[in-house]
């Protein structure tokens, strides 16, 4: 779906992004992360036609919009990190007014806002004027705005910023159900833990330079080259350990009061022939699960402890 071939933006002397390459799939949540100054911002504003790059390629879809900026109008949803909103206007007078923004006709405009209002769940604010809502109706409000030409690739710049916890979740919420329409995002975010929750795969940049791309999981595996696992057993500790400490895979074997914890630096395959092998030697498992991967230490393990 977007495909990012060796973008450059430079200010004078100074690279802001050097030669950034990233291929995000169709459907996918990719959360788009870096220490300030990384080049995050400037490369959403590339990517949503509000900069002009010094090289490279942006192609959305097969479409190059580097080369084609008409076709990138009709591609994405850009919501930005500060917006503005028309508060003298209803809701439906600012959605009408994007849609013609956007060559809607007039007839099909009613269905589309109405649709979008209620996936965002706004439907029943349709007739107060956007000055009456709340910031977090507001953000729900301005992602409505950049879906009303159904775009194939929506582009958000820290899209829960402001919002209490309620209105994080009702966003977070909202994403999920947009991926489920087969909709492609891209997210920026400094709030980590709740990124890593709802995306996909992960883009960490640094220094204007894709960093590390993927899941966290396999981010963290590539940077460690282990796996911790958590195993914890009913019964049957010490026939458990003996089990383990005969594996080649396992390493720094940890055994607290009720549970273990080991490093595994071999395939699925292998730690799931471990796991037969205590399930044969009749050890009852309450739990045998790989320990998730935090994106906070591996964002501070890839930008060497810069901060979002």
């Not at 990384?38 to 509000?50: C, D, E, Q």
């Not at 195993?231 to 003996?242: A, C, H, W, Y």
């Not at 399930?279 to 991967?293: C, R, T, W, Y």
Request: glycine content about 8%; aromatic content about 6%.
């Amino acid at each position: 779906m977007l495909e990012i071939k060796e973008l450059v933006k430079k200010y004078g002397k100074f690279t802001a992004v050097d030669h950034l390459s990233i291929s995000v799939g169709k459907g996918e949540i990719c959360g788009f992360v870096g220490p300030n100054g990384a080049g995050k911002t400037t490369t959403m504003r590339i990517m949503a036609g509000l900069l002009n790059a010094t090289s490279g390629n942006v192609i959305i879809d097969g479409v190059d919009v580097t080369k084609n900026p008409r076709a990138l109008r009709e591609k994405i949803g850009y919501m930005p990190d500060f917006f503005g909103v028309y508060d003298n206007l209803k809701v439906t007078e600012y959605m009408d007014f994007y849609a013609g923004a956007y060559g809607i006709p007039y007839k099909e405009r009613g269905p589309i806002m109405d649709n979008l209002l209620e996936i965002v769940d706004l439907a029943h604010k349709k007739d107060s004027y956007v000055d009456s809502l709340s910031r977090g109706m507001k953000q729900r409000l301005c992602l409505a705005r950049s879906l009303v030409h159904d775009p194939e690739l929506l582009i958000l710049d820290e899209p829960a910023s402001g919002l209490d916890p309620r209105a994080r979740v009702e966003m977070k919420e909202v994403l999920k159900q947009l991926q489920e329409m087969g909709k492609t995002i891209i997210i920026s975010s400094h709030i980590l833990p709740e990124l890593a929750e709802m995306c996909t795969e992960v883009c960490i940049i640094n220094q204007g330079k894709l960093a590390a791309q993927g899941s966290v999981q396999e981010i963290m595996h590539k940077l460690s080259q282990k796996r911790i696992v958590h195993v914890r057993p009913l019964k049957e500790m010490d026939k458990m350990l003996q089990i383990l400490k005969e594996q080649p895979l396992v390493r720094a074997i940890v055994e607290n009061t009720k549970d273990v914890e080991f490093d595994f630096t071999g395939t699925d395959e292998q730690l799931a022939n471990i796991l037969k092998q205590l399930v044969v030697a009749d050890i009852p498992l309450l739990s045998f699960k790989e320990k998730e991967g935090n994106l906070e230490e591996v964002f501070m393990q890839v930008t060497g402890g810069e901060g979002v």
